[in-house]
Nanobody, 124 residues
Framework: QMRLVESGGGSVPAGASLTLSCTAT?????????MAWFRQAPGKEREAVST???????FYPISLKDRIFISRDNGKKSVYLQMNKMKSQDTAQYFC?????????????????WGQGTQVTVSS
C-alpha cells in the first residue's frame, strides 16, 4: 500500500517562502494518481490547498492561487508545494494525499492515501 512522507515544514517569518515535499514509498509509481496538499489549522476543518492531476492540470483556491505553486516529479514519485509571501494564517499541519485516477474534486474524503503531515508555523 502506498505510503506518503512529507518533509520541509518548519517555522518561518511572515513574507518568507517555503517548499514542502512529499514522496511516495511502497509504490511503483504515482503517474496514475491525483496528488494533493491539504492543511488543517487547530480547531478548523481540513482544507484543500492544491491538487495536481495525472495530466499536470492543477487546482488552487482563489484565496491562495497567487502565492502557491504545486508540481510533481513522477520519476521521483514526489509532489511539491511552494508557498510564497507566507502569512500567519498559513500556519497549519500540511498533509500530502493521493487518489487513483484524475483529480475530480477537493474533498478530503475523495483521497484514500495520506501522509502523517508536516507542521508549518508562520510568525508575524
Amino acid at each position: 500500500q502506498m505510503r506518503l512522507v512529507e518533509s520541509g515544514g518548519g517555522s518561518v517569518p511572515a513574507g518568507a517562502s517555503l517548499t514542502l515535499s512529499c514522496t511516495a514509498t511502497n509504490a511503483d509509481s504515482i503517474v496514475n494518481y491525483c496528488m494533493a496538499w491539504f492543511r488543517q489549522a487547530p480547531g478548523k476543518e481540513r482544507e484543500a490547498v492544491s491538487t495536481i492531476s495525472t495530466d499536470g492540470s492543477v487546482f488552487y483556491p482563489i484565496s491562495l492561487k497567487d502565492r502557491i505553486f504545486i508540481s510533481r516529479d513522477n520519476g521521483k514519485k514526489s509532489v511539491y508545494l511552494q508557498m510564497n509571501k507566507m502569512k500567519s494564517q498559513d500556519t497549519a499541519q500540511y498533509f500530502c494525499a493521493a487518489a487513483y485516477g484524475r483529480c475530480h474534486g477537493v474533498k478530503a474524503s475523495e483521497f484514500n492515501y495520506w501522509g502523517q503531515g508536516t507542521q508549518v508555523t508562520v510568525s508575524s
